[in-house]
């Protein structure tokens, strides 16, 4: 019996990236919390790492939208 590893679906590589993206700025944002001595719970971080990565996917798929629309190609 043979083991092959196949490739992620898109939709599944998609969600682990914005899962990876969301952890990173969590902690980002928690550590910045720590150093800055301000308060930084970590539910209050993974939240507004939720809000920022959301409004960043928005974007994101707003400007290739528009370069879509202009005629010029935007890479993936």
Do not use: I, K, Y
């Not at 490739?7 to 700025?25: D, E, H, N, Q």
Request: proline fraction near 5%.
């Amino acid at each position: 019996m043979s083991w092959q590893r196949t490739a992620p679906s898109p939709a599944r590589r998609t969600v682990l990236s914005l899962l990876v993206w969301w952890a990173g700025f969590t902690a980002a944002l928690w550590l910045l919390g720590l150093l800055l001595d301000g308060p930084s719970s970590l539910v209050a971080c993974a939240a507004s790492a939720a809000l920022l990565l959301a409004l960043g996917e928005v974007a994101h798929l707003l400007n290739r939208r528009f370069a879509r629309g202009r005629g010029r190609s935007t890479p993936r």
